[in-house]
């Protein structure tokens, strides 16, 4: 038969000085010397325990040491702090000692630290609750030393005593907290103190032990919600926890919203790069989530608020990290190939294509097909360096996204999407692309020009030397291609371009030099025309253009297409009267979705 043992006392205080006398307190063991885990910078912390009373006290990150013999000064009126320090004190096994709010410690109180024997005082909450005077007044007392841990309120103490008890100091390193939990308690305002306390005195012991439970937890599974669709896939836990301690933090009783300061602590703890694997895939490379264990009713704490705690910790999208929603500003679909001007990430030979500034806000780009969940290919723009430099390791308005393809490979019949991601997990609308035969224009090869037919502005050998124009016309009769429309194949009796170049030559090539141009395709069938422009490269005696190409609705084509297109402008000797040219392009319906 369990024995049950009844600690009392006329009033709160002197229970408080009862439970503290029972319990006793005990020194720093002769055989440790530091903290077991004395780093939370170095990719997990774990907590200890020594002895009772013997508590892990972390100043920051990298530095850890054992206050013995310890006790905890707490308002004893209101009562929060205490409350949101007892999964510490309980898994420490730390007396909680109270003070009445008036200008001298309770007669308790003062009898509890002149008899225990006490070498530290930690004491919780601010100087309104607790004057440095009282403060003084117990390290008088008691011979011991004192710190004092206060936030702004009670909500941001609780933060605190997560970080210098628990370790849970911000690395910026997401994956240093996988698997963490935190356990979240609804605290009343100053107008309705009790709201919620029987649910946050419960919380206290089980978090407490968690921390010890947790060190040694099984694996769990996360389901990871795709991109576009209803199918999650699985993701499992190498190891937990990252850091073992679980504490509390504090939400305010029967607010929608939860404290800026808790909600602030989390973002940067548990890094929105989790929310790439939420909403797009389950990559080895993604960032483990947290977990949060809530205590209370509905009415103290909504499920808005467990819902936006839940979304932080585990990466969900409605984590309102950043601001910025990402945009794709008019993608193209083509096969050609856009190098060197264009980064091409990925492997496949269709290729998503955004000119410079293309995808505003954006981490990530990411493909799939239509019909299916989950994500077909995808393209980190930061770690490719798309916002560093162009593809030819040119730094020209790096900041605002250099051009850049996401290759993939097609599926016969099923038209592919691309979306933008942000580093919010926030996606814009998908842009999709008709590939079927019947919906695309291409050619069978690029139209070859041998002599320019008229010129104009600026020597082409020298332009990439001097800010300046040039502007050329190509005709070409019988060039031995072809152009497919509507899946038929017509061959090209003549074809035309007049190409404007622009040089926007800088000692420090910061702009880029850009083309514009018009073209026409004359077949039997009838004539297909339109216009094309985008960013030129002058690599030996070529100028390298690609861009988009855009096909109006004419004889040959119903609808309006666009595409990629690229050519080759040949400058050999001085002048411009021997340059020739290659090009070709291709196009199809592109269309946006939700």
Request: charged share 15%; glycine share 10%; hydrophobic share 40%.
């Amino acid at each position: 038969m369990t024995e049950v043992f009844r600690v009392a006392g006329n009033n709160r205080f002197e229970t408080a000085a009862n439970i503290a006398q029972a319990m006793g307190l005990a020194p720093v063991p002769d055989s440790i010397s530091s903290c077991t885990d004395p780093f939370a910078d170095d990719g997990d912390a774990t907590q200890a325990f020594y002895a009772n009373s013997v508590v892990e006290w972390r100043d920051n990150a990298d530095q850890c040491s054992l206050l013995g013999a310890t006790v905890v000064l707490a308002d004893g009126v209101v009562g929060a702090d205490a409350l949101a320090a007892s999964w510490w004190t309980s898994y420490w096994q730390v007396p909680v000692l109270l003070h009445d709010g008036t200008r001298r410690l309770p007669t308790a109180t003062v009898n509890a630290l002149r008899r225990l024997q006490v070498s530290n005082i930690i004491v919780l909450g601010g100087e309104s609750r607790i004057p440095t005077f009282v403060v003084r007044s117990a390290e008088r007392l008691s011979g011991a030393h004192s710190q004092r841990i206060a936030g702004r309120d009670r909500y941001e103490t609780s933060v605190l005593m997560a970080k210098h008890l628990g370790g849970w100091f911000p690395t910026g390193r997401g994956d240093e907290f996988r698997g963490s939990t935190v356990c979240l308690v609804a605290s009343g305002s100053v107008e309705d103190e009790v709201a919620a306390w029987s649910d946050a005195l419960a919380a206290g012991p089980w978090c407490g032990k968690a921390s010890v439970a947790l060190q040694d937890g099984g694996n769990p599974t996360r389901a990871l919600l795709p991109l576009n669709g209803a199918a999650p896939r699985l993701s499992n836990l190498d190891s937990r926890p990252g850091h073992s301690a679980v504490p509390i933090l504090l939400s305010e009783a029967g607010s929608e919203r939860l404290p800026e300061s808790v909600a602030t602590f989390l973002r940067n703890t548990f890094q929105p790069a989790d929310l790439w694997c939420s909403s797009v895939a389950a990559f080895a490379s993604c960032v483990n989530p947290g977990f949060v264990v809530a205590f209370g009713e509905a009415q103290h704490l909504p499920d808005s608020v467990i819902s936006h705690t839940a979304s932080i910790v585990s990466g969900g999208v409605e984590s309102p990290y950043g601001t910025g929603f990402p945009q794709l500003n008019q993608p193209f679909l083509t096969s050609l190939d856009m190098s060197p001007v264009f980064h091409q990430s990925g492997s496949g030979n269709m290729k998503f294509c955004l000119e410079r500034g293309g995808s505003p806000a954006s981490r990530w780009l990411a493909v799939g097909f239509q019909g299916e969940t989950g994500v077909d290919g995808s393209v980190d723009l930061m770690t490719d360096g798309w916002y560093l430099r162009d593809a030819d390791g040119s730094a020209r308005s790096g900041q605002i996204g250099a051009p850049g393809c996401i290759q993939f490979a097609p599926r016969l019949q099923v038209d592919p999407w691309i979306k933008a991601v942000g580093i919010s997990g926030r996606t814009s609308d998908a842009v999709g692309a008709a590939t079927r035969l019947k919906d695309r224009i291409s050619m069978t090869g690029s139209v070859a020009v041998q002599g320019i037919s008229e010129v104009s502005g600026d020597d082409s050998t020298l332009l990439d030397e001097t800010e300046g124009e040039y502007v050329g016309v190509f005709l070409s009769t019988r060039p031995q291609t072809g152009v497919i429309v509507d899946g038929f194949v017509s061959l090209i009796d003549s074809a035309g371009l007049t190409l404007q170049l622009e040089s926007n030559f800088q000692s420090n090539r910061i702009y880029p030099s850009v083309f514009n141009a018009t073209w026409t395709l004359n077949t039997p069938r009838g004539i297909l025309y339109g216009e094309a422009a985008g960013e030129a490269l002058k690599q030996g005696d070529y100028w390298r253009l690609r861009g988009r190409s855009r096909v109006a609705v004419g004889p040959l084509n119903s609808l309006e297409a666009t595409g990629g297109f690229i050519a080759d402008l040949y400058v050999g000797s001085l002048g411009s009267g021997d340059d020739s040219i290659s090009w070709q392009l291709d196009a199809v319906p592109t269309y946006s979705q939700k």
